[in-house]
T-cell receptor, first 116, second 114 residues
Framework: DAGVIQSPRHEVTEMGQEVTLRCKPI?????LFWYRQTMMRGLELLIY????????DSGMPEDRFSAKMPNASFSTLKIQPSEPRDSAVYFC??????????????FGPGTRLTVL | EDQVTQSPEALRLQEGESSSLNCSYT??????LFWYRQDPGKGPEFLFT???AGEEKEKERLKATLTKKESFLHITAPKPEDSATYLC???????????????FGKGTHLIIQP
């Protein structure tokens, strides 16, 4: 299996631009998670989906952030408009069991976002 | 208030020098504690899940233990390839609102010198 796939790996954009991050979970996995990692705050959960349905988005920092999962093999995290403080590494993770946080999460390689 | 605290922030060891990393937590209703390894430029890689106090798990040179307030990741006779950042995360069930999910510590950056 190819594991969790994220694209792009690196994104540099200017303040105010729209940014879309993409994730393909491991085939057959039923939960998908979006995390953000910074030096100051560490790894933080933004939102997660069970069976393509958003369950909890309370970690999303602002209305500028939105996430979708139109099908079991694809999810997007969009930031519009982007701001310099959004600069971070964004990780997508998936797990086999839906609704069970004790199940192992498999992380993608991350997207390093820089907002100038 | 930090619910998961890892110490030390950084640790430099000589090859073969055993040591322990600490993860202390203040959450209630712990459902699971996780250890991950993260290499530079990569996503976290799962190592262990511990569910209850007294539980221990081992994998090669690593051994994870859990008490009611903390977990230790013991590294025995480490090699340079064990150099990485080790992350601890807890899963708790929130009562009265709040988001379920994993809460991560900031990690311990481990360097093993040959």
């Amino acid at each position: 299996d190819a594991g969790v796939i994220q694209s792009p790996r690196h994104e540099v954009t200017e303040m105010g631009q729209e940014v879309t991050l993409r994730c393909k979970p491991i085939s057959g996995h039923n939960s998908l998670f979006w995390y953000r990692q910074t030096m100051m705050r560490g790894l933080e959960l933004l939102i997660y989906f069970n069976n393509n349905v958003p369950i909890d988005d309370s970690g999303m920092p602002e209305d500028r952030f939105s996430a979708k999962m139109p099908n079991a093999s694809f999810s997007t995290l969009k930031i519009q408009p982007s701001e310099p403080r959004d600069s971070a590494v964004y990780f997508c993770a998936s797990s086999l069991l839906a609704g069970e946080f004790t199940d192992t999460q498999y992380f993608g390689p991350g997207t390093r976002l820089t907002v100038l | 208030e930090d619910q998961v605290t890892q110490s030390p922030e950084a640790l430099r060891l000589q090859e073969g020098e055993s040591s322990s990393l600490n993860c202390s937590y203040t959450v209630s209703g712990l459902r699971g504690l996780f250890w991950y390894r993260q290499d530079p430029g990569k996503g976290p890689e799962f190592l262990f899940t511990l569910y209850s106090a007294g539980e221990e798990k081992e994998k090669e040179r690593l051994k994870a233990t859990l008490t009611k307030k903390e977990s230790f990741l013991h590294i025995t006779a480490p090699k340079p390839e064990d150099s990485a950042t080790y992350l601890c995360a807890v899963y708790q069930v929130y009562s009265g609102g709040g988001a379920d999910g994993l809460t991560f510590g900031k990690g311990t950056h481990l360097i093993i010198q040959p």
